[in-house]
């Protein structure tokens, strides 16, 4: 009888416990505020669900910042940079053609106008965006890292016949674009491979990465 008093408030300590471990939000949950990544390219909608045509696609790779869920679906937002008169077509640095997404022309007029950047080398002026709207949740990644590493085994079991492993920084971003549409044709990449292959590439050029680190 004496022992009883104890298991009470331990029973309770224990319910206690377990409450609060379910009420914090796991990856599932997607919270706003998070950065994930596209693990493939997705379609673009104004609302979840994704009734209607697309408003844009989201290339592979690409990181977005989560907004808002609902019932397997995320509404993101994308940041990008655009030149003047080509407001479709964001990449992910100025002066640097990496593809992040192509917007419909109906979609245009929702970009939000964020700063401005003169590229250094070209002397161009491009203009930061966002835009936001809804994709699958399953189409997303918290991790981008195995991606790369997808990346990474396409490339040195494709490519390496005709180029040198570590390759990829000796070139810069935008060589990449018209290097590997050469390389791709050769080796057979279906057009996924060959988006998350030369956004790989692209982000581990001379100008914005450097070496890859892989052996």
Same mark, same amino acid.
């Given at each position: 009888?004496g022992? $009883?008093p104890?298991r009470?408030?331990?029973?309770?300590?224990?319910?206690a416990?377990l409450?609060i471990?379910?009420?914090?939000?796991?990856?599932a +949950?997607?919270?706003?505020g @998070?950065t994930v990544?596209?693990?493939?390219?997705l379609?673009l909608h104004? +609302? !979840?669900?994704g009734?209607g045509k697309?408003?844009?696609?989201?290339?592979? !790779?690409t990181?977005?910042?989560v907004l808002?869920?609902?019932s397997?679906?995320l509404k993101?937002?994308?940041?990008g940079? $655009?030149?003047?008169?080509? #407001? *479709?077509?964001?990449?992910?640095?100025p002066g640097?053609?990496? &593809?992040?997404a192509?917007l419909a022309?109906? !979609?245009?007029?929702?970009?939000r106008p964020? #700063?401005?950047?003169v590229? =250094?080398?070209?002397?161009?002026?491009?203009?930061?965006a966002a835009?936001?709207?809804?994709v699958e +949740?399953?189409g997303?990644t918290?991790?981008?890292?195995?991606l790369?590493? *997808?990346?990474w085994h396409?490339?040195s079991?494709?490519? /390496?016949?005709? $180029? %040198? &492993?570590?390759? =990829?920084?000796?070139?810069t971003?935008?060589q990449w /674009?018209?290097?590997?549409k050469?390389?791709?044709e050769?080796a057979a990449?279906?057009? @996924?491979?060959? %988006?998350?292959?030369l956004?790989f590439? %692209?982000h581990h !050029?001379?100008?914005?990465?450097?070496?890859?680190?892989? +052996?």
């Open positions: 009888m022992a $009883h104890l009470l408030p331990s029973l309770f300590l224990v319910i416990a409450t471990c379910l009420a914090v939000p796991g990856r +949950e997607s919270p706003a @998070e990544y596209a693990a493939r390219t379609g104004a +609302e !979840a669900g009734a697309p408003v844009g696609r989201i290339f592979i !790779a990181p977005l910042t808002d869920r609902s397997g679906w993101v937002e994308v940041k940079w $655009h030149q003047e008169g080509a #407001e *479709r077509l964001l990449y992910d640095l640097k053609r990496i &593809r992040s192509l022309k109906s !979609a245009v007029a929702s970009l964020l #700063e401005t950047a590229d =250094p080398d070209s002397g161009l002026t491009w203009y930061g835009f936001a709207g809804w +949740e399953d997303v918290d991790d981008r890292e195995p790369w590493e *997808r990346a396409t490339f079991t494709k490519c /390496v016949a005709c $180029h %040198q &492993r570590r390759i =990829p920084h000796h070139y971003a935008n /674009v018209s290097f590997l050469i390389m791709g050769r990449l279906d057009d @996924e491979e060959h %988006q998350l292959l956004n590439l %692209q !050029a001379s100008d914005t990465g450097g070496e890859t680190g892989k +052996e």
